[in-house]
């Protein structure tokens, strides 16, 4: 029997525990700086963790940092300038063959979360051969990977040169490269999907029901900083979990995040 993990008696009781905690205060905030990777709903516990106080409570003075694509992230966190990031794994695949282990230390989204959508004159993903396509970066981005996968579930191969991807910059720069024609096709987050019908652009494929196993939008961190920062890190997750489970017991399905 299929059991939806939500109504989990012991799944419900250890979230109504973690949100009704209140920490002791704290006289000294530790200041964290948080990387960011991508910019869709996926980020709504950490905007929500920030809005309602939940980093605050547990004595965290966050500072978002805007990064564009998986590289740069993993470049980020090589080099120190962030303690903790909402990534893809493929960040500590990279970092760590780059002499800097890193870990996922909150699990993300488990599909291929992506609409692979075209412009006006893509009708079909027949259409995208021969043509650009838009990702974050060159590098081992979430994004590029998506499209080099997706694509080749359909029959098209990037490393075989049936189209060319290029950077065109997080998913509101690669809608906007749809518009004005400068990439024909890219891979974009479902939530986007009314936005893109009132613009014009057409749905090539979903991703999602492809069932291509997949981690996305995790929580990551170094090793070192795993055992350096232990007490920050325990911090930072535990009010991403507060986040988690407002959304689940104080949000209804489908109503809009006001401010998020």
Request: glycine residues 10%; contains cysteine; proline residues 5%.
């Amino acid at each position: 029997m299929k059991i939806s993990i939500y109504k989990s008696p012991l799944v419900v009781a250890t979230l109504l525990f973690i949100i009704s905690s209140v920490p002791a205060a704290h006289s000294e905030n530790i200041q964290v700086n948080f990387g960011v990777t991508f910019r869709n709903a996926r980020l709504i516990p950490l905007w929500i963790a920030d809005e309602e106080g939940f980093f605050k409570k547990q004595g965290l003075d966050v500072k978002q940092v805007n990064i564009s694509g998986g590289t740069q992230g993993a470049q980020m966190m090589v080099s120190g300038g962030v303690d903790v990031s909402y990534d893809d794994p493929i960040t500590c695949v990279v970092s760590t063959a780059g002499g800097v282990p890193v870990n996922v230390i909150v699990g993300g989204t488990p599909s291929l979360a992506y609409l692979i959508v075209g412009g006006p004159d893509v009708k079909s993903i027949a259409d995208v051969k021969g043509k650009l396509v838009g990702s974050s970066g060159l590098g081992l981005s979430a994004s590029r990977l998506a499209l080099l996968v997706g694509l080749r579930r359909f029959g098209i191969d990037a490393d075989k040169g049936q189209v060319t991807i290029v950077a065109a910059g997080q998913e509101p720069e690669r809608i906007a490269g749809l518009s004005t024609g400068a990439i024909a096709a890219t891979v974009i987050s479902p939530e986007y999907r009314t936005k893109l019908e009132q613009l014009g652009v057409n749905m090539l494929a979903d991703l999602r029901t492809l069932n291509i196993p997949w981690e996305t939008s995790s929580v990551i961190t170094t090793v070192k900083n795993a055992q350096t920062k232990r007490d920050m890190l325990e911090r930072v997750v535990r009010a991403i979990l507060q986040a988690h489970a407002f959304i689940r017991f104080y949000l209804e399905p489908g109503q809009p995040c006001a401010g998020y």
